[in-house]
């Protein structure tokens, strides 16, 4: 009797760990479920907006054929702007943008090098500006991990934040570079 209670225990034991694995896939298929079902509104709304993007082109681009001579340079702007927000994908912007950030490097080494050979007066202002820019790069690239991890509606305003720190390096480097020319 002894051997059939204690059977029945450890088969216990089993039925209620493989319940356990069981009701934990259950719940994961339930999850991946949900969000296969949200996946898949997102890809509808990704296809509607690319079917809109198509039509508007198509559009902007026949106002452009068919523009009277008057109107001309100012179809070509709103044309050409056009172009710019398409083409302002997430996948180019963050191609772009890695670019950037290895520029930006190749800069910050340029400017080291350069800083190590000049006067102490130029190799203040240098250092100074060496550091804005590490800062700045520190910032583009925890802005574009950011837009990476993103959803798709998101980006385009982290993307603002990149752009600001582009321009700010740019101005870093080029000061720097000033006070190496004279």
């Known amino acids: 009797m002894k051997e059939r209670k204690d059977y029945e225990t450890r088969a216990e034991i089993i039925v209620k760990q493989l319940k356990a694995k069981i ?3 259950e719940a994961e298929a339930i999850e991946a479920k949900l969000n296969a079902k949200k996946n898949m509104n997102e890809l509808e709304e990704r296809i509607k907006l690319l079917v809109n993007q198509r039509v508007k082109l198509d559009e902007k681009f026949n106002d452009l054929k068919t523009a ?42 340029e400017l080291e090098e350069k800083a190590k050979h000049a006067n102490e ?58 006070y190496i020319k004279k």
């Open 23 to 25: 009701y934990e896939l």
């Open 121 to 178: 007066e130029i190799k203040e202002k240098l250092k100074v500006q060496i550091q804005n820019i590490k800062k700045y790069k520190s910032n583009i690239e925890d802005k574009l991990s950011e837009v990476k991890e993103s959803q798709e509606e998101n980006w385009k305003k982290i993307k603002t934040g990149v752009d600001e720190n582009v321009k700010k390096v740019k101005e870093s480097i080029s000061k720097a570079f000033e």
């Open 68 to 109: 009277s001579q008057e109107k001309w340079e100012i179809i070509v702007e709103e044309f050409e702007a056009y172009l710019e927000e398409v083409n302002a994908d997430k996948q180019t912007f963050t191609e772009k943008a890695q670019n950037w950030i290895n520029e930006f490097s190749d800069k910050i080494d």
